[in-house]
Nanobody, 122 residues
Framework: QAQLGESGGDLVQSGGFLRLSCVGS????????IGWFRQAPGKEREEVAC????????NYTDSVKGRFTISRDNAKNTAYLQMNNLKPEDTAVYYC???????????????WGQGTQVTVSS
């Protein structure tokens, strides 16, 4: 059974940093693009970052460019989201998802984790 699990969420002050981890099991991890999403209360879910199966291509939403870094270790079936210079508007539940495609794509995220809460205080 395919599963994804996130960890690393926490309460931090503005300007602080966190690293989120996403571990997959039951998946052909090395063949799948991985995305990080977030959803804040009352807002739609948005894709924050994506990394291709090989790690050679990464994409970011404009609001996190220069602050967040997505990476992966296929030997550990793990993806990471390093978040620096956090802002209160980054507060959300963060989810990782695996895409059926090897490249980042708008659709195809078939497997999702349960989410981890990130709260940034001002």
């Amino acid at each position: 059974q395919a599963q994804l699990g996130e960890s690393g969420g926490d309460l931090v002050q503005s300007g602080g940093f966190l690293r989120l981890s996403c571990v997959g099991s039951g998946l052909r991890w090395e063949r799948l693009a991985i995305g990080w999403f977030r959803q804040a209360p009352g807002k739609e879910r948005e894709e924050v970052a994506c990394i291709s199966s090989s790690g050679g291509t990464t994409n970011y939403t404009d609001s996190v460019k220069g602050r967040f870094t997505i990476s992966r270790d296929n030997a550990k079936n793990t993806a990471y989201l390093q978040m620096n210079n956090l802002k209160p508007e980054d507060t959300a539940v963060y989810y990782c998802a695996a895409n059926v495609h090897s490249r980042c794509a708008l659709s195809g995220y078939n497997w999702w984790g349960q989410g981890t809460q990130v709260t940034v205080s001002s």
